[in-house]
């Protein structure tokens, strides 16, 4: 019998909790402050003045403010029982209300399903919450399929057109879906050793109108850097930084981080401070006001510093793709097949493939024609490497391909003194003391047929340092016969260019700069860099007290530009000074202080 009881009450129990729930949710729904919902934006403030169901409220009465007036939301027996119950006839939210005497009887507004509800707030929200449907996008076509090596677009239409393949090679690779592992005939040949352009700049003559690619094409390529979220690496030539800087790439990349590079630094003068070389391009940099995150000095030929860069790289990737910029030439495919041979380290697997069908490196400027992307990293972001931005102010821009070997640094750069004034070699024959030393004048040096240099005065310990290519020679002469010099002797000693068309193509050489420099000894003044070609520096030499302000002409081709710079870091003492080996012959030496003079080969 007591058992029954026991189970007869537990039922009765469980049917007042249902029965009572959902009105406890209601409650709390619409009472004042017990509402655990945010307000929505489309929800309406209720009127003081008006019952829930529309009618107006009586005077004196009052909202309940919990869900059932003294007791828990929700709950049931104890408390709950003891709550007030809602008066019959009385309207929804009129829980626990007490209203006067006299007042009259409000009728019962329907209850409106959950559903119902829903459905009206839906119906009376603003058009911005609901739902609309998507638009169908539109397919992407496909890439077309590219050469692996320069990124050109594979045809079977022109042979001597960049991206040409066999028709029946394309065929069979088409059909075994291999297209992404095919070497166009140009970069077969370009593999070979053998120099084969395909972008007109300056007086490259190409074989066929169809092989033409010119430098604005490829510059277009690149355009869409500036819209979209990514790494840039920019790479420059630590043999020609002014020529192949790029000031004005902010005009291709935007606001995006940027990692500079100073590549083939194995070439820079032995000895030199890496760490002041940093510097240096770094406040180059900060000139130019570009978004410089980090600098490193490579060598992709010896590795030196590659792992280091890509550990930088990869720290400030942050799931960005990765693109590879510079000039025509810097080496931007060599350092990405360095950056490959050190991520395959990591993960030979991963990234064994891309190693295999990597972008092709050669001596031609212009080598790569198209952005080619690597998958090299997790997440789904891309190394690229892009085509290089071709500069027509460039020495490389005004020769042809002969004369662009000639011109290409591929040994350690040493300083080379220019030949010094012929009347202060006179003075140093006849025992002049060094106190006693006119000043120079009347003197001009000659960089092959690229760059004059007249010294309008200057004192007697100013020298001028070269960099650059070992072929290109040096020669002085007296400033009145220095005209006449160059038209005898340009295409025979003054070279390169090596013939007459191509003198005639580079041009007459035109007054570029006059430069006042204060000369210090044993200092270095400033750099005169020749882009596409090298640079020299004017430094002070001998005793204290033999220097004093110089005053010098700069003249060059119209097409090739002159950048006049703070002297780069480099070791300079040890050059080969032709005033200091001629008065070793006679004994006597007034520029003592220098190390010994350096006359062989590195």
Same mark, same amino acid.
């Given at each position: 019998?007591?058992?029954?009881?026991?189970?007869?009450?537990? @039922?009765?129990?469980?049917?007042?909790?249902?029965?009572?729930?959902?009105?406890?949710?209601?409650?709390?729904?619409?009472?004042?402050?017990? +509402?655990?919902?945010?307000?929505?934006?489309? /929800?309406?403030?209720?009127?003081?003045?008006?019952?829930?169901?529309?009618?107006?409220?009586?005077?004196?009465?009052?909202?309940? *403010?919990?869900?059932?007036?003294?007791?828990?939301?929700?709950?049931?027996?104890?408390?709950?029982?003891?709550?007030? $119950?809602?008066?019959?006839?009385?309207?929804?939210?009129?829980?626990?209300?007490?209203?006067?005497?006299?007042?009259?009887?409000?009728?019962?507004?329907?209850?409106?399903?959950?559903?119902? %509800?829903?459905?009206?707030?839906?119906?009376?929200?603003?058009?911005?919450?609901?739902?609309?449907?998507?638009?169908?996008?539109?397919?992407?076509?496909?890439?077309?399929?590219?050469?692996?090596?320069?990124?050109?677009?594979?045809?079977?239409?022109?042979?001597?057109?960049?991206?040409?393949?066999?028709?029946?090679?394309?065929?069979?690779?088409?059909?075994?879906?291999?297209?992404? +592992?095919?070497?166009?005939?140009?970069?077969?040949?370009?593999?070979?050793?053998?120099?084969?352009?395909?972008?007109?700049?300056?007086?490259?003559?190409?074989?066929?109108?169809?092989?033409?690619?010119?430098?604005?094409?490829?510059?277009?390529?690149?355009?869409?850097?500036?819209?979209?979220?990514?790494?840039?690496?920019?790479?420059?030539?630590?043999?020609?930084?002014?020529?192949?800087?790029? +000031?004005?790439?902010?005009?291709?990349?935007?606001?995006?981080?940027?990692?500079?590079?100073?590549?083939?630094?194995?070439?820079?003068?032995?000895?030199?401070?890496?760490?002041?070389?940093?510097?240096?391009?770094?406040?180059?940099?900060?000139?130019?006001?570009?978004?410089?995150?980090?600098?490193?000095?490579?060598?992709?030929? $010896?590795?030196?510093?590659?792992?280091?860069?890509?550990?930088?790289?990869?720290?400030?990737?942050?799931?960005? /793709?990765?693109?590879?910029?510079?000039?025509?030439?810097?080496?931007?495919?060599?350092?990405?097949?360095?950056?490959?041979?050190? !991520?395959?380290? %990591?993960?030979?697997?991963?990234?064994?493939?891309?190693?295999?069908?990597?972008?092709?490196?050669?001596? *031609?400027?212009?080598?790569?024609?198209?952005?080619?992307?690597?998958?090299?990293? +997790?997440?789904?972001?891309?190394?690229?490497?892009?085509?290089?931005?071709?500069?027509?102010?460039?020495?490389?821009?005004?020769?042809?391909?002969?004369?662009?070997?000639?011109?290409?640094?591929?040994?350690?750069?040493?300083?080379?003194?220019?030949?010094?004034?012929?009347? @202060?070699?006179?003075?140093?024959?006849?025992?002049?003391?060094?106190? /006693?030393?006119? %000043?120079?004048?009347?003197?001009?040096?000659?960089?092959?047929?690229?760059?004059?240099?007249?010294?309008?005065?200057?004192?007697?310990? !100013?020298? @001028?340092?070269?960099?650059?290519?070992?072929?290109?020679?040096?020669?002085?002469?007296?400033?009145?016969?220095?005209?006449?010099?160059?038209?005898?002797?340009?295409?025979?000693?003054?070279?390169?260019?090596?013939?007459?068309?191509?003198?005639?193509?580079?041009?007459?050489?035109?007054?570029?700069?006059?430069?006042?420099?204060?000369?210090?000894?044993?200092?270095?003044?400033?750099?005169?860099?020749?882009?596409?070609?090298?640079?020299?520096?004017?430094?002070?030499?001998?005793?204290?007290?033999?220097?004093?302000?110089?005053?010098? *002409?700069?003249?060059?081709?119209?097409?090739?530009?002159?950048?006049?710079?703070?002297? !780069?870091?480099?070791?300079?003492?040890?050059?080969?000074?032709?005033?200091?080996?001629?008065?070793?012959?006679?004994?006597?030496?007034?520029?003592?202080?220098?190390?010994?003079?350096?006359?062989?080969?590195?």
């Amino acid at each position: 019998m007591r058992r029954a009881l026991l189970l007869l009450g537990a @039922l009765a129990l469980a049917d007042g909790l249902r029965a009572g729930a959902p009105r406890a949710r209601v409650g709390m729904r619409e009472a004042a402050g017990g +509402s655990r919902r945010p307000p929505r934006a489309f /929800d309406r403030p209720a009127d003081p003045r008006k019952a829930d169901d529309g009618a107006p409220r009586a005077a004196g009465t009052r909202r309940a *403010t919990g869900g059932i007036a003294g007791g828990r939301a929700g709950g049931g027996g104890g408390d709950g029982a003891r709550a007030r $119950t809602r008066p019959a006839g009385a309207g929804v939210g009129t829980v626990g209300e007490r209203a006067p005497a006299g007042a009259p009887a409000r009728a019962a507004a329907p209850r409106a399903a959950p559903a119902a %509800r829903g459905d009206a707030a839906r119906r009376g929200a603003p058009a911005r919450f609901e739902r609309r449907p998507r638009q169908p996008r539109e397919p992407k076509a496909p890439p077309e399929p590219s050469c692996y090596g320069c990124g050109a677009t594979l045809h079977d239409e022109y042979d001597d057109a960049p991206g040409y393949v066999d028709s029946a090679l394309l065929a069979t690779k088409r059909l075994h879906r291999q297209l992404d +592992s095919v070497l166009c005939s140009r970069c077969r040949l370009l593999a070979q050793g053998e120099f084969v352009p395909v972008v007109r700049e300056g007086s490259t003559q190409l074989a066929g109108n169809r092989a033409v690619v010119s430098p604005q094409e490829l510059r277009d390529q690149l355009k869409g850097l500036a819209d979209r979220a990514a790494l840039i690496v920019k790479l420059v030539d630590m043999a020609d930084v002014s020529g192949s800087f790029l +000031s004005r790439v902010r005009s291709l990349i935007g606001r995006n981080p940027l990692v500079l590079v100073g590549t083939k630094a194995d070439l820079l003068p032995r000895g030199t401070d890496g760490e002041l070389v940093r510097q240096w391009l770094l406040q180059l940099a900060h000139a130019h006001s570009l978004n410089v995150i980090d600098v490193h000095l490579v060598s992709s030929r $010896t590795g030196d510093g590659v792992e280091t860069a890509v550990r930088a790289i990869l720290g400030h990737r942050k799931g960005r /793709d990765v693109f590879v910029l510079g000039a025509a030439n810097v080496g931007k495919s060599l350092f990405v097949q360095a950056f490959l041979r050190t !991520m395959a380290e %990591r993960d030979p697997i991963g990234v064994g493939m891309a190693q295999r069908y990597q972008p092709l490196a050669s001596a *031609t400027p212009g080598t790569t024609l198209g952005i080619i992307a690597l998958d090299v990293f +997790s997440g789904g972001s891309r190394l690229h490497d892009t085509p290089g931005v071709h500069l027509h102010h460039r020495v490389s821009a005004r020769l042809p391909p002969d004369d662009i070997k000639a011109v290409a640094v591929r040994q350690q750069l040493r300083g080379v003194g220019a030949p010094v004034c012929a009347a @202060l070699l006179a003075q140093l024959a006849a025992g002049v003391r060094a106190r /006693d030393l006119e %000043r120079q004048s009347g003197w001009s040096v000659l960089w092959g047929g690229f760059l004059r240099v007249d010294v309008v005065s200057a004192p007697p310990s !100013m020298r @001028l340092v070269f960099f650059g290519p070992r072929g290109v020679a040096l020669h002085g002469v007296e400033t009145e016969a220095a005209g006449a010099f160059r038209d005898a002797e340009l295409g025979r000693t003054l070279t390169p260019p090596s013939s007459a068309d191509a003198a005639r193509a580079l041009g007459e050489l035109e007054e570029k700069r006059s430069l006042a420099v204060r000369v210090v000894p044993g200092e270095r003044a400033l750099d005169v860099a020749v882009s596409g070609l090298g640079w020299f520096a004017v430094v002070g030499v001998g005793q204290s007290g033999l220097g004093g302000e110089s005053q010098i *002409t700069l003249f060059s081709p119209r097409a090739v530009e002159l950048f006049v710079r703070k002297p !780069m870091p480099v070791p300079w003492a040890g050059f080969h000074d032709h005033a200091r080996s001629f008065v070793a012959l006679k004994g006597t030496d007034p520029f003592d202080h220098l190390p010994a003079a350096d006359d062989g080969e590195d």
